[in-house]
């Protein structure tokens, strides 16, 4: 079905996406991965997938959307959750299923809503997952530009190898708890930096160049 559709819109001036969602029976990601779609949307996955707990999607040259049907269904996804699939450069879908959640799972909504927030605020066809520049492991980045870490809360103090990028950076507190955000002093790059979080809890920091030395 999926080459059908391609086929059958190939002379069109324009194209739709095709996608392919988790097979529910007897599969596993390697059936998406190596599918002809242009997004897919995968279950839980292996150790290395851990798009639940720790989402580290393997380079495909698709849209990954993590969808908590596939999941888990409503019985978990939170805003931890959230922050570290956007951060990772994924998509994030809620099944809803449109009466009270536990506040817990309220936070899903909050999360989609912060990300969506910052998605906007930046350049965002130019950020790329790049967990190697944190200690977090969670970060986008348009390097030397603009960067986006996610601290989820294990530990306060982290770094951001900011090599390779001279000059000073704005600095940008947000507390995914309270909604709140706190700005900071200018920092210098050109080396790894290290950053100490204001407040308890998640944290996310946002760099921008502000083009000065």
Not at 50 to 78: C, M, Q, T
Not at 174 to 179: A, E, K, W, Y
Not at 190 to 201: A, E, H, I, Q, Y
């Amino acid at each position: 079905m999926i080459n059908f559709i391609k086929k059958y819109e190939s002379a069109n001036p324009k194209q739709h996406p095709v996608g392919m969602t988790f097979p529910s029976r007897g599969a596993t990601n390697a059936v998406l991965y190596n599918s002809p779609t242009d997004w897919i949307s995968p279950n839980l996955g292996g150790a290395e997938e851990s798009y639940g707990e720790n989402p580290s999607p393997p380079r495909l040259g698709k849209v990954i959307v993590n969808d908590s049907d596939h999941l888990w269904g409503h019985v978990a996804g939170d805003g931890v959750w959230v922050w570290k699939s956007f951060c990772r450069g994924l998509n994030v879908l809620l099944m809803d299923d449109l009466v009270p959640l536990p506040t817990w799972q309220d936070s899903v909504r909050e999360g989609m809503e912060q990300t969506r927030r910052y998605a906007l605020r930046m350049n965002l066809a130019a950020m790329a997952p790049s967990s190697d520049l944190s200690t977090t492991t969670y970060c986008l980045a348009d390097r030397g530009k603009e960067y986006l870490v996610y601290q989820p809360g294990i530990k306060g103090e982290f770094a951001v190898d900011l090599t390779g990028a001279p000059g000073t950076f704005s600095v940008e507190w947000f507390s995914p708890t309270t909604g709140k955000t706190t700005s900071a002093g200018p920092i210098s790059g050109g080396g790894k930096v290290r950053f100490s979080t204001p407040f308890g809890g998640p944290a996310v920091l946002c760099l921008k160049s502000t083009g000065g030395h």
